[in-house]
């Protein structure tokens, strides 16, 4: 591809994302791809090198674009602006615009001059709103202060690096050090996690799905964060353990580890597509104590189980905000509705599963979110609806000398080099609302 097709081809991969706002970018991306096979590895590379810089720098750009007489930014004018930042004269780039076949149309007159008004500029500017500077969205900002409050720009700074790989060792198949080896074998250096007893990390992308160790159910790709969310549970042999919002079974298969494939696990979630997606892992990885289940509007499994777990996860649908790392579109597609929606949900969802602990047992709740909203207010709004639960130290054996015996932690790419990560272990009253 000439560099002016690789721009248009840019350009239109940005106007997909905009006409698609709810879905996650790098999916845009995958069937934009998809639907154009001619577009080789090299080309796809700088195309998505292109977007992925655009993305990352969106609030920033359509400050300048803005500011420079723009009425609204456009995916010709944001790609335009981008490649100016990076060093490209604006000339140049005016001249990619070369209308010719497989080219982007020619830049307009008002658009030649928003993109002229850029020269000399830098992309960082004192008299930027802090929002803007730090790429979220206007609403977020005070939230994620709350969080965070002077370490911030430093929190946002790692939740923008490359994650980490991180893969848990299945060891009712294998010690983490014998997997270490047999990765080294298959060419993958691999160290191990600092805080998981399971965990084992491989630094960016590498093929690990086509290794013998992960086909055969040794290893399983897992953030050493989620690791320790699963470990928090305490989950033991023969217990009756409840995964309330199971998904594709991420931590339903650590739980079952956990137990030595011994007990009871019923791994629930309203979304059948994501309850499917975990059998074939449950599989692999050899494991058949798990009993899936679909919850349905009016379905009375629950209340045939009222009270009847010795602990339950719920590993709440959440902002996603711990996960920044692996989704840097999402800071910007995610509204105030959107966390007002699910912050209903936590509270309905909670509600609900903390029926099915049986007393004296154990609800975790969990998110993957850095947001106190989700997080500790969650929990604290929980302990005044259901005075028959308190906070407890974790009892889990598998957690890590900092954070044994803890009630709740909060995990951050910057502090633990983990996701951003929630977890509070609540126990149930042996008798009904009295402790
Ligand atoms: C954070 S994800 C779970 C990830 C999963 N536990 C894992 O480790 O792979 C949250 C899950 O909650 C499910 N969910 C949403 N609403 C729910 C509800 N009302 N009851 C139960 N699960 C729900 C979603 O379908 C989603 O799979």
Redesign the pocket.
Known sequence: MTPSARLAASIDLLTAMEAAPRKPADAVANSFFRERRYIGGGDRRAVSGLVWDVMREWRRLSWHLEQSGAETPTPRTLAAACLAFKGTPIRDVASLFSDGRFAAGALTFKEKNVLSALAEKSLDDARMPRAVKLELPDWLLPKLEETFGDTLEEELAALSEPATLDLRVNILRNSRQEAQKALAREGLHATLTPLSPWGLRLNGRQPVTSTTLFKDGRVEIQDEG?QLVAAILGAAPQMRIL??????????LALAMMMENKGHIAA????EK?LDGAVRRLRRAGVHNVEQHL?QAGDKWAKRRSASFDRVLV????SGTGTWRRNPDARLRMTEQDLEELLT?QA??LD?ASTLVKPGGRLVYA??SVLRAENADQVEAFLRRKPDFKLVASDSSALPEKLKETSMFSLSPRQNGTDGFFAAVLTRAEEKNCF
């Open positions: 989620s995964d309330y919002c199971a998904g594709a079974g991420g931590k339903t629930c979630d309203v979304a994501r919850l590993d709440a649908p959440c949900k309905e969802i609900k998110t993957c």
